[in-house]
């Protein structure tokens, strides 16, 4: 199975600055056939289901903020959230949907300096 | 506007059964795999199961395999889990979503707790 491992477990920005989030799998996510990572973002802010950001690594859901961008490919990705708002406030968490079991990561806590 | 609703979680005893479904609207629901995630309280998400969307397919996290059961009823846009042999480390917050990972739509969940 594909573990997937985040950096770090919590973070806090002060507003406006940069936030990033580093995600380490253990397999390549890299797909020869389509080239294409199959690694998604997610953010979960309290008492609410989580939201897709990202999806293959880089493309940003419909109604994404633009500021929210993720880079990387093969084991490595980052997500860069570039000037924190307020409202960004949450858990940020890594999945690896190449192949089953779709592991997420633990999970990054995000929060205001 | 999809829509996802879970219903079925509730208070059962360890080694309980529960069945959970999840009625769907808004997107054609017969040509996407479906998901079941969970949330423990307090901690991060976990894949649980899904299942392709002919339902010739699914697979399993290795702590419920043999336990739970994923299903689906297109004609009804409606999918289940049934789940047998419940643990207290099975009580969670049990969240449909579509896709077989890079998840875009969430239910809301429904709790599943496993207490005597």
């Known amino acids: 199975d594909i573990v997937m491992?985040?950096?770090?477990?919590?973070?806090?920005?002060?507003?406006?600055?940069?936030?990033?989030?580093?995600c380490k799998s253990s397999q390549s996510l890299l797909s020869s056939s389509d080239n294409k990572n199959y690694l998604a973002w997610y953010q979960q802010k309290t008492g609410q289901p989580p939201?897709?950001?990202?999806?293959?690594?880089?493309?940003?859901?419909?109604?994404?903020?633009?500021?929210f961008s993720g880079s990387g490919s093969g084991t490595d990705f980052t997500l860069t959230i570039s000037g924190l708002q307020a409202e960004d406030v949450a858990v940020y968490y890594c999945q690896q949907h190449y192949n089953a079991p779709p592991a997420f990561g633990q999970g990054t806590r995000v929060g205001i300096e | 506007e999809v829509q996802l609703v879970e219903s079925g979680g509730g208070l059962v005893q360890p080694g309980g059964s529960l069945r959970l479904s999840c009625a769907a609207s808004g997107f054609t629901f017969s040509s996407?795999?479906?998901?079941?995630?969970?949330?423990?309280p307090g901690k991060g998400l976990e894949w649980v199961a899904n299942i392709k969307q002919d339902g010739s397919d699914k697979y399993y996290v290795d702590s419920?395999?043999?336990?739970?059961?994923?299903?689906?009823?297109?004609?009804?846009?409606?999918?289940y889990l049934q789940m047998n042999g419940l643990r207290a480390?099975?009580?969670a917050m049990y969240y449909c979503a579509t896709g077989f990972g890079s998840h875009g739509h969430w239910g809301q969940g429904t709790l599943v707790t496993v207490s005597s």
């Open chain 2, 32 to 40: 996407y795999w479906m998901s079941w995630v969970r949330q423990a």
């Open chain 2, 89 to 91: 480390e099975d009580m």
């Open chain 1, 5 to 22: 491992t985040q950096s770090p477990d919590s973070l806090a920005v002060s507003l406006g600055e940069r936030a990033t989030i580093n």
């Open chain 2, 64 to 79: 419920v395999r043999g336990r739970f059961t994923i299903s689906r009823d297109n004609a009804k846009n409606s999918l």
């Open chain 1, 51 to 67: 939201r897709l950001l990202i999806y293959w690594a880089s493309t940003r859901e419909s109604g994404v903020p633009d500021r």
